[in-house]
């Protein structure tokens, strides 16, 4: 563990004033700790570490993987993206006893594909910079592929794209900020963009968003929620990682504010105007959670009768595991109940993966996908495996 104490000043000429406005008034002080956990290799006996509540069981359903990111679960089986390796998998149970035994690249040479998503029998994959799509064929296969953008921002620090459709039928791309806490020259960036399926009128939705990976429309009221990664290098304990219902038009505030309405401190005053009345205009995170958790892949569980009553309409978010703080936090898929639309109460749902002292650590949620059947698949990326969590 590394700890570090950062000095923020922020020195602007008087042209710069014209652009940016004032800079901090007072440095700010801020003790880092880097915490990595050390990473231990996935062995089957593992799996009895893990808890999951008690309607559900869990186990491994594929191993091997290298680092599978984002999964789509359809009737043909799995697809799982793989940024570093730059590919689409697909994943199949050939003899229905719940473990895929068939795996296929169905799609090479996709350099960076991370966000994934399916609508009327076509697979669309997400980079930083191109969106595509390909027709799923009745093998499961892919074909007829057409890149239908190639000019999205830039990923930069944040280069993981996710993609999925809406309930209104339009297409959305979370886009994160380059860097960690800058002041952006292209508006694209640090937000939740719409558009068409064709990639055509597209818009900014919502801004102010540092880095929202994981998004998904509430089953009942249709509200867009997303959890956004907060900014490094404040400390332990600041920002807090927030979640947000996500309006269309809304501003969360990033890189000036956090939170509830939370001015930073480090960062220069807007144009015309200071940070704690800027703040005010934004709108606040609905729920917080510990800095640095990191949260990836976002979901709802959709009321059906193959989803335990205690869950149905709940979210499920991937904490991936933090590296900024003293203490480690994260590193498992938590549950948001919500309550008359709300979210209410927080609970552990897949946990175990690191160790009591946070000295080690045999996993990294990073992906999340519900089958018809209730199946909650997720991917680790840091041990290459692909858990299922089971109803009962």
Known sequence: MKKITVLFFIFLSTEAFTQKGLPAKLPTEAVVHTTFPQHVDFRQTMIAQLKVPQEYTVKAVATGLGKPRMVVVTNKGLYVSRRDQGDILFLTDTNGDGIMDKLTTVWANFKGVHGLTEKDGWLYGCSDKELKKARITSEGMLSDTVTILNDLPEGSQHDNRVISFGPDGKLYISVGSSCNDCKETNPEHATI????????????????????????????????????????????????????????????????????????????????????AYAKTTIPSVMEFPAHSAPIDFKFLKASGKVPAAYQNAALVCWHGSWNRQQPEGFKVQCIKFKDGAPAEVTDFLSGFLSNDGKTRFGRPAGLAISPTGIIYVTDDANGVIYAVIPK
């Open 193 to 276: 963009l719409q558009m068409n399926a064709d990639g055509t009128g597209r818009r900014i939705y919502a801004r102010g968003l540092r880095n929202t990976i994981g998004f998904d429309w509430h089953p009942v009221t249709r509200e867009l929620w997303g959890a956004d990664n907060g900014t490094d290098w404040r400390g332990d304990s600041i920002p807090p990682e927030e979640l947000n219902m996500i309006i269309d038009g809304g501003n969360y505030g990033w890189p000036q504010v956090y939170g509830k309405q939370q001015a930073d401190p480090t960062r220069e005053d807007p144009l015309g105007t200071t940070k704690e």
